[in-house]
């Protein structure tokens, strides 16, 4: 989940979602009545678990078949977990396993799912996130919605652990995370002794500000489980982040205490939610290397510095394993010592 953009929507914005939703809720009632769209009849004798969650209790239906997903990180989950919704809100940042939605409908952005999109999905399921709870009385009426709390991305195997409690799935979801615990030993094992001396920073850069993210972090819970140490200017739990900075996964920095992004490796990335914000952060990046700062960073004098995607500030199972993906491909292939890089062709030929 992008917590930062969440977060940074503003008054205007949630007054005009406001009114598409009255507005639609409108065109449903009139529709209704008129007996061309009906709603869903919550009804009927359908086999179904209360499961308690943000918004209340729901009955699940047992044998769910059409499920719909209002953001990407549950949808993420979902496809983990071995079921395709029918429709989700497909973002940038479902990008990365493009392959796996073949047939799901994309019903908008993230935080503003497309309302008629979902009605005429007719799902029997809806599941999303406790900030989604302006619509739940609508979409409860389309179908039996459940909206599990995530306060922040640290907290996403609590979330992964809850979608797949709702959905009937626990002993899949227990699989796919001893999956990733044996995937976090194998890389532990393959590291050794480098492990215990290599700190690593995580940064992004956005358009008009640099963020350090923490160790209670989505990514910084996937490092602290890799074994990896962070730098004291990012090594403060979740409480203590809270506590000094009012954030608990991530603080700003200015140009002038970019010393604070320093580690033996940098993890940097420019994701934004539209083109232009996308571009006015690579040109950030950019105008941040030619710093004589930038430049004294130990990492960038040793060649360690790594531009990753976005789904580092992902909040899913699927980026969890995207980001052990990464650990793999930069710590162990090419971090030989804490003085040599050797280049992507020279292993090649070497392999």
Known sequence: ????????????RWLQFGI?????????????????????????????????????????????????TLD??????????????????????SSYWQDKLTGVKNIGTIGEPNLESILALKPDLIAGFDYQQDIYPITSKIAPTVLLNFKHSGQWKEVFTNISVALDKKEVGQKVMKDYYRRLAEFKQKMGAKLSNL???VVRVYPNNINIYLRDSFCGIVLQDAGLSRPESQNFTATEAK???????????????????????????????????????????????????????KAVEQNKIYIVPDYWIGGSILAANAIIDDLFKYLINFNVN?????????????G
């Open 243 to 297: 506590h000094l900075f009012g954030n608990q996964i991530q603080i700003s920095i200015g140009n002038e205490l970019i010393e604070k992004a320093d580690a033996d490796v940098i993890f940097i990335w420019t994701a934004e939610n539209d083109t232009k914000s996308n571009q006015t952060a690579k040109k950030k990046l950019e105008e941040l290397k030619l710093s004589p700062l930038w430049k004294n960073l």
């Open 72 to 93: 990407d990180t549950s949808l993420a989950n979902a496809i983990a977990l071995g079921i395709k919704p029918v429709g989700a809100v497909i973002s940038n940042f």
């Open 338 to 350: 804490k003085n040599t890089v050797i280049p992507r062709t020279l292993l090649t030929i070497l």
């Open 199 to 201: 700190k690593v920073s």
């Open 1 to 12: 989940m992008n917590d930062s953009y969440i977060k940074r929507k503003s008054f205007i």
């Open 20 to 68: 598409v939703m009255f507005c639609t809720l409108m065109v449903v009632v009139a529709c209704h009545r008129g007996g061309s769209i009906p709603l869903n009849d919550h009804s009927k004798n359908v086999a179904c678990r209360d499961v308690e969650h943000a918004a209340g209790i729901t009955c699940i239906p047992e044998n769910f078949q059409r499920l719909v």
